[in-house]
């Protein structure tokens, strides 16, 4: 029995413990679970749903920058229906905690999938991406407005009991007037924050290495910028937060937490180490213990400033 | 496919600029197959962040080998680690070469490091199925023949062998194997990957192709490796549905 108490909640969602594994880094469980223990994770968020599946974009995809990576993918998933049929009941056999993940090109087509997707079960929380940078439709011409973001999260409440957490993105002048928003819409937390917009070009063709030209950065890169980010909204909002960008171990993780994260998500590290998660909740663990920190959730917004 | 910490050996020289590494994998080299890759953290730090994909060498019994160009600051690191020093690996990855079917000659078809996967592959073409390597190089250093067997070299300067790329040899020497059934497996730059399967295709030849893309997790969740599908419709994922494809499976 562990001595330290790392459960959490994210509004009236409650977790084992904080570390969950973000979207379009994990999939849909089924490739990681051969390297970690789904179950013993906070939870995993999936990849972006849309209504219908998509292709995503044509190659080249990514690319390798200082300490990061840029991609755009261009939200490729199965669908909301397939999604249900053959990857819903993977996840229930992993005992993992599942939080689904919605992109949409419309208000109108998050409501659907939130809608059509609520009535799973296993299904404990959605977390509404408006801030793809990746698509030409919906994302970020979501992600900018504080209107658009208002009424996604507004919308969305109206069809689900469970709790809706919008993901927002860093590409603004003020993330906390997003969180403001979200907050008095009725949004039970925000994850912060997606990726940044880059591009990478060859000096020798003078051709981007993306074909999408931009992408989204993410890894160690972005970390600083995320954490400002999580920062400025636990001093202008008492939304609960999500922290994520850039975490590759267990001290970055113990710092989202401190600038004011609830949870923390793990992304680009699950592409060089897929057992991450669970290396770095040992981490914040054995911190903890370290510490004489009894219960994680104490470490929420414990900047001394 | 799984993750080991896996010891480092030792480092050769193959040409110029191309390497061949041997580390002590046995979990990975138990189960790997002829064509699949490896993903490896070439650093203990974040720079490189990625991991470093290398097709499988070859394999004897506990130990893995890689070959590599250094061309950049991953596989410099790479060429630089220390007898002893652990290397962490994932693998074995992938979908490799298909060899079963009905065929008496296998021709092999290389271009510069495409001759990587070649030595394993070797070993378990069965004893009875011939083998005709094509090795083609921009110049005699750049022609792998490492465990390769009965060689036809090519090189645009023609420094070495026929002068010109690998596939006009080919194409040169395909009458001789009127009397055969062949498959062929080849590995090397899209290009010539292209070329060649333009020419199967149209024969009907059964060919394999193994091809290489830029990958960061290498199992399928970063979706970051399509390659389009032959039909159009949509794409597969280089790392998970390959490396290795049918001719008549991908566009190139």
Known sequence: MSKVDLSIKIGPLELKNPVLLASGTVGYGNEIANFTDLSKIGGIVTKSLSLKPRLGNPPQRITETPSGMLNAIGLANV???????????????????????????????????????????????????????????????????????????????????KPIFIKLSPNVARISEFAKVVYSEGGDAVSAINTLVGTSFNIWTKRPKIKNITGGLSGPAIRPVALAKVLEISRNCPIPIIGIGGILTWQDAIEFMIVGATAFQIGTANFINPNSGLDILKGIEEFCIQTNITKISDLTASYQI | ????????????????????????????????????????????NSFPLLRRPFSICDVEGDYLYFMFDVH???????????????????????????LIGDYDTAIFIAGGLGSAPFPFLSKN???????????????????????????????????????????????????????????????????????LQNVCNEKNINCQLSVETVMACGFGICQGCPIEKYNGDGYFLVCKDGPVFNSLAVKI
Not at chain 1, 126 to 144: A, D, M, R, T, W
Not at chain 2, 149 to 164: E, H, I, L, R
């Open chain 2, 125 to 195: 073409i069965p004893a009875m199925i011939e083998i005709h390597s094509f090795i083609g190089g921009r110049s005699k250093e750049n022609v792998i023949e490492y465990k390769m067997k009965n060689v036809s070299a090519a090189t645009d300067d023609g420094s070495y062998g026929f002068q010109g790329n690998v596939v006009e040899l080919f194409i040169n020497k395909l009458t001789a194997y009127n009397t055969k059934k062949i498959r062929v497996f080849a590995c090397g730059p899209n290009p010539m990957l292209k070329a």
């Open chain 1, 79 to 161: 669908g909301v229906e397939e999604f249900i049929k053959t990857k819903i009941p993977f996840l229930k056999e992993v005992n993992s905690t599942l939080i689904c993940n919605i992109a949409a090109s419309s208000v109108e087509e998050y409501v659907e999938c939130t809608k059509i997707l609520t009535d799973e079960e296993s299904i404990k929380a959605f977390e509404i991406n408006v801030s793809c940078p990746n698509v030409k439709e919906g994302g970020l011409e979501f992600g900018n407005d504080l209107k658009a973001v208002g009424r996604i999260t507004a919308e969305t409440k109206k069809v689900t009991d």
């Open chain 2, 72 to 98: 950049g600051e991953g596989t410099r690191l790479l060429r630089d680690k220390n007898e002893g020093e652990e290397l962490d690996i994932i693998g074995p990855l992938g979908i490799g070469f298909d």
């Open chain 2, 1 to 44: 496919m799984l993750i080991e910490k896996s010891k480092f050996i030792s480092n050769t020289s193959i040409t110029k600029n191309t390497y061949l590494i041997k580390v002590f994998s046995p979990s990975i080299a138990k189960t790997a197959k002829p064509g699949q890759f490896c993903n490896i953290k070439v650093s203990e």
